[in-house]
């Protein structure tokens, strides 16, 4: 009688655990769930031999051992390649797609946890390991077996061994550190550090305090089981009584890959528990096989990492450049750290009032970040972390190339070179004029626009479409040959049919940005027309402030680049606007928009160049400043947000019909 009552409580409690910490979905209350477990407790106590070893009592912890002992993994834990950008998640899809493999793809969110080894023999768990090198590994089940949603017995009596992570809870980790404040000990750092530093307990009574927490998302030997995708394995841990996350996708393409890593970036923070990435592995099992892996890694799988909010590294010093205006910026030399997905070495300071007021020395640990996610920033010096050691920031009085002495004018932060002939000036301007937003004259970069100046190959902008005079010359370089100069050589006499705006941009006038430049070629519709302009006329244009119309008439004043826009022209430049014209439709005029999901008859540029041709903008992200939502098809968490903040949402239909 004894034994059948045990019997029946294991049931019950065993099911109400799988349900609340698995399924999140409670059947019992907590004082139901509560007096089960105290008359389980109470009859194990009176009769110890008819203990189970699946018996929910058992994740209560108690266990206390020596050291951890090593285990030794049948099949190896291996860690995945790190990407850190949309390009690279496109290379890791080129690359598959070269195996003549046409992926679809499982999304998982990464959870910022511990990894760990689960093994179950005739449906018990036997053994619980952590990844360690990969192949030896060391044995925590006497601490696993006190995590709830990890299960001491599946629902079949099968031998299998899975994987996954070991995580804790934000609402956890906020609990904990209140009653260590109040006991006077340190706050744990973060989720990750106290899962781990949970795990590593010798006394397991100290982990099931911790309340941890496990989600699955590995089997690696699914053939074994007759499984031959990804999917099909999630869902069968599942059906065993495993806790998978309930965000995983299948997804159709890269593209879909990209969108639910944008979906679920955004909503991250509103997660119970910290993600650092998303992993994308491909879903057929046979597929997977074909790619096989590297030594350290499975081709057919990688993790995004999102972008880090801040990073600390210090700042070996300060440098200063001319920009193409004449502009003086100090810059930061930084030890090398990865920002938002991308290694910086260097940020602007912006003036010397910017590295006053921040209180920077050479020598510094600072926080950086990526402002708007394009441009590094520092935003603050750790002075708590000086050693005395560090330099005073001094601001230079003559400029670094040329030597002339900087004039910085009445009322404003900036210095500036005003000699025409600084060497740095003129290379700034041909390294904006060749790039990618203005001329996009591919493989004349930074550092070849450079060596070209430094070697006499161009002086001036007019110069570069006279390279084809020097290929003997270029083709002796090192790193040059016949193919790469050709290349470059045609990017150059390509460039040439680009619309007015590019060039207008391209020419590097005072305060036109690209928007700016792309106003006016709609407007002007030929650079002479624009040239002939009256700065009346131009500050009747949208967009087109005093400030903007002196610059324009200013460089169209100067002889200098009259002469150099007259022999580009010589040479054949488009000096027409050959783009569709802006409209200012009142639908778009000065509204921002947010596109979400995929269009079916447009690509995400295509909507892009839309809005702006009809006077409106896009931007990434929906706040209470967006005027309008346009959503696709799969819309993610922007169309909640948009719902939630009672934004206007067009389909795509009505977006054309707004056109």
Not at 133 to 149: A, M, Q, W
Not at 386 to 392: A, I, M, N, P, S
Request: negative net charge.
């Amino acid at each position: 009688m004894v034994e059948k009552r045990i019997d029946e409580l294991i049931n019950i409690i065993n099911e109400a655990d799988y349900n609340y910490h698995t399924l999140d979905n409670p059947t019992i209350t907590d004082q139901e769930y509560d007096k089960y477990l105290r008359e389980l407790f109470d009859l194990e106590e009176a009769y110890p031999n008819l203990v189970r070893s699946d018996s929910p009592t058992q994740h209560a912890g108690g266990e206390i051992i020596d050291e951890f002992k090593k285990v030794k993994h049948q099949i190896p834990m291996m860690s995945l390649s790190d990407v850190f950008s949309e390009s690279e998640i496109e290379q890791f899809d080129e690359r598959i797609k070269k195996e003549k493999v046409n992926p679809k793809y499982v999304c998982e969110l990464k959870i910022d946890g511990l990894s760990v080894s689960l093994l179950y023999e005739n449906g018990e768990l036997v053994r619980a390991a952590t990844r360690g090198d990969g192949i030896v590994g060391e044995d925590i089940t006497h601490n696993v077996k006190t995590i709830k949603s990890i299960p001491l017995k599946l629902k079949e009596k099968v031998d299998i061994e899975v994987r996954g992570e070991i995580f804790m809870n934000k609402k956890t980790l906020e609990e904990i550190n209140k009653k260590r404040i109040a006991n006077n000990e340190p706050p744990l750092q973060n989720c990750r550090n106290a899962a781990a530093g949970s795990i590593r307990q010798l006394d397991s009574k100290v982990a099931a305090e911790r309340k941890l927490d496990s989600f699955i998302y590995h089997l690696p030997n699914p053939l074994d089981y007759n499984i031959h995708t990804h999917s099909e394995a999630l869902e069968y841990m599942k059906h065993l009584g495993l806790k998978t996350n309930p965000n995983n996708k299948l997804v159709n393409n890269i593209s879909e890959v990209l969108t639910f890593i944008e979906d679920k970036g955004e909503v991250r923070k509103d997660l119970a528990y910290d993600i650092d990435g998303i992993v994308i592995k491909v879903n057929n099992i046979d597929d997977q096989q074909k790619l096989g892996f590297t030594a350290k890694y499975p081709k057919w799988a990688t993790a995004y990492k999102f972008p880090a909010e801040e990073v600390l590294t210090k700042l070996t010093d300060i440098i200063f450049t001319v920009g193409r205006t004449g502009q003086i910026t100090p810059n930061a030399v930084l030890e090398p750290v990865i920002v938002a997905g991308s290694t910086v070495k260097r940020a602007t300071l912006h003036n010397e009032d910017y590295v006053k007021a921040k209180d920077l020395k050479i020598g510094d640990i600072v926080s950086i970040r990526k402002a708007g996610d394009v441009i590094p920033e520092v935003v603050e010096a750790k002075k708590e972390r000086r050693t005395g050691l560090e330099k005073e920031f001094v601001m230079i009085d003559e400029c670094p190339m040329c030597s002339s002495k900087l004039v910085k004018k009445d009322g404003q932060v900036d210095y500036f070179c005003i000699n025409p002939d600084c060497p740095a000036r003129k290379i700034e301007g041909l390294i904006h004029f060749s790039s990618r937003n203005a001329m996009n004259i591919d493989g004349l970069g930074e550092r070849i626009v450079e060596d070209f100046f430094n070697f006499g190959f161009i002086k001036k902008i007019s110069d570069i479409y006279k390279l084809e005079n020097h290929r003997g010359d270029l083709i002796t370089l090192e790193g040059y040959g016949n193919k790469s100069v050709a290349n470059l050589l045609d990017a150059i006499d390509e460039s040439k049919k680009n619309s007015l705006e590019k060039f207008i941009f391209g020419l590097g006038i005072l305060h036109v940005g690209e928007k700016t430049a792309k106003i006016l070629a709609s407007n002007y519709k030929t650079l002479d027309n624009l040239m002939k302009a009256s700065i009346d006329e131009l500050v009747t244009i949208d967009d087109i402030g005093e400030i903007i119309a002196k610059s324009i008439i200013n460089y169209f004043g100067n002889n200098d680049n009259i002469d150099e826009i007259n022999r580009l022209k010589e040479i054949g430049l488009n000096m027409d606007y050959l783009g569709a014209e802006i409209t200012y439709n009142d639908n778009f005029k000065d509204k921002s928009f947010v596109l979400t999901g995929t269009l079916e008859t447009l690509t995400r540029d295509e909507a892009k160049e839309i809005i702006e041709n009809n006077g409106g903008k896009t931007v990434g992200s929906v706040s209470k400043k967006t005027s309008v939502v346009i959503v696709g098809k799969d819309p993610g968490s922007k169309y909640d947000k948009a719902l939630e903040l009672g934004i206007e949402i067009w389909s795509e239909d009505e977006f054309k019909e707004k056109i």
